[in-house]
C-alpha cells in the first residue's frame, strides 16, 4: 500500500520561511517523478514543483528563487523549503508521486494534504 505522508504546514508571516516534507512508504521516491502541488481556495491544483528519477527539477514560475524542493533516497523522503513567502503562497500543499509500472501503465498516488497560510 503506498502512503504519501505530509507534514510542515501551518500558519507563517508574509516574508517568513517553512519546509514541508512528505514521507512515502510503499514506493522509491528515487524511482519515481515527486513534485508538490498547491491548491488555493477557488482555484485549481497547480504545480508548485517537482523532481524527477534522474534529478531534474522544475518550477513554477511564481515560486523559482524562493522554494527549493529535495529528495532524500536513504530516508525515502521529499522536502519544498519555502523561502520569502508571500499570501498568495496559500493553500493546501499535497505531495505527488508520478510512475510507470511495466504491466500496469501510468501511476499516481496523492497525499492528503498540508495547510499553509501566509498572513500579510
Known amino acids: 500500500q503506498v502512503q504519501l505522508v505530509e507534514s510542515g504546514g501551518g500558519l507563517v508571516q508574509a516574508g517568513g520561511s517553512l519546509r514541508l516534507s512528505c514521507a512515502a512508504s510503499?514506493?522509491?521516491?528515487?524511482?519515481?517523478?515527486m513534485g508538490w502541488y498547491r491548491q488555493a481556495p477557488g482555484k485549481e491544483r497547480e504545480l508548485v514543483a517537482d523532481i524527477t528519477s534522474g534529478g531534474s527539477i522544475n518550477y513554477a514560475d511564481s515560486v523559482k528563487g524562493r522554494f527549493t524542493i529535495s529528495r532524500d533516497n536513504t530516508k525515502n523522503t521529499i522536502a519544498l523549503q519555502m523561502n520569502s513567502v508571500k499570501p498568495e503562497d496559500t493553500g493546501v500543499y499535497y505531495c505527488n508521486a508520478k510512475g510507470l509500472r511495466v504491466g500496469v501503465g501510468r501511476l499516481e498516488y496523492w497525499g492528503q494534504g498540508t495547510q499553509v497560510t501566509v498572513s500579510s
Open positions: 510503499g514506493i522509491a521516491v528515487s524511482l519515481h517523478r
